[in-house]
């Protein structure tokens, strides 16, 4: 049914925007999400297929489609919003394909985007796996221009000494870390030692999962640069997005 759903075009894409902490909090850009629009169960979330993608390697031509949508989007969000940028996932399997540089340069020229609107995210477990495949393909992305993350920092086994040699522009602190902010003084500290230690490498600190106003204030406090999660904004479909552009640009 997923080789099908591929076949068919029954995947869409939505996006969940990020907004920056550093003043006033505004919309920075969005991260690309990957749905399923079955046509017995309706909209699917990426949960319940990316894994079996994963396995069966349709990951791989799923995620070059995904990163064409997005550049062909962010393309017209700027035209609106200058600064906006769309942020990618890879996978493991996405990460091993030696296809994909070339794949995302043709991408990038199809879109006509400018490659440093496009982060491409990358969990910390993706790099432990093999951290020299990860740091060649990473280095091939950065020859491209486009930025790189960290994702789902804090739950991965990577290392310092692997880290500071990666072209990275961002980290992003995984949900577990920002649930208990406000209720368990462990997790403030923590996650302020995950703020610390990304300032310390130079890039740039993303919190995803806010809920509420008091998880935003904690982050502020925590000198967290940006945040992602409910309390701003679902996953958007297209519509969603130039709605929530055109009302921000009023």
């Known amino acids: 049914a997923l080789r099908q759903a591929v076949e068919r075009s029954e995947l869409r894409v939505h996006y969940q925007p990020q ?39 349709l ?25 906006v940028t769309v942020s990618v996932n890879l996978s493991a399997r996405q990460l ?23 982060y491409l995210e990358v969990t910390e477990d993706a790099v432990e796996k093999d951290p020299e495949l990860a740091g060649r393909m990473l ?17 991965g086994h990577s290392s310092l000494q ?16 920002v649930s208990g902010l406000g209720a368990n003084p462990d997790d403030a500290a923590l996650l302020g030692a995950l703020v610390e230690l990304g300032h310390a490498l130079g890039v740039t600190v993303i919190a995803e999962g806010v809920e509420t106003d008091t998880q935003l204030a904690h982050l502020r406090d925590l000198g967290c ?21 055109g009302a921000g640009s009023n």
Not at 23 to 39: I, K, M, N
Not at 98 to 118: C, E
Not at 139 to 155: C, E, H, I, N, Y
Not at 171 to 176: A, F, L, Q, Y
């Open 19 to 57: 907004v920056s902490l550093n003043g006033d909090t505004g919309l920075s850009g969005f991260e690309a999400l990957v749905r399923w629009e079955h046509p017995e169960r309706g909209l699917i979330d990426a949960s319940e297929f990316v894994s079996l993608a994963e396995s069966t390697g």
């Open 59 to 83: 990951i791989v031509p799923i995620g070059l489609w995904v990163l064409g949508q997005a550049l062909r989007q962010v393309s017209r969000w700027r035209e609106t919003r200058p600064g």
């Open 96 to 118: 091993a394909d030696p296809a994909l540089p070339a794949n995302l340069a043709t991408a990038i020229r199809d879109s006509g985007a400018d490659p440093g609107v496009l």
């Open 139 to 155: 280095a091939a992305f950065d020859q491209l221009g486009v930025k790189l993350v960290v994702d789902d920092f804090g739950t």
């Open 162 to 177: 692997s880290l500071r040699h990666l072209p990275l522009e961002e980290i992003k602190i995984h949900p577990s870390f």
């Open 225 to 245: 640069d940006g945040a992602q999660g409910y309390l701003f904004s679902r996953p958007l479909p297209e519509e969603g997005v130039l709605a929530l552009l």
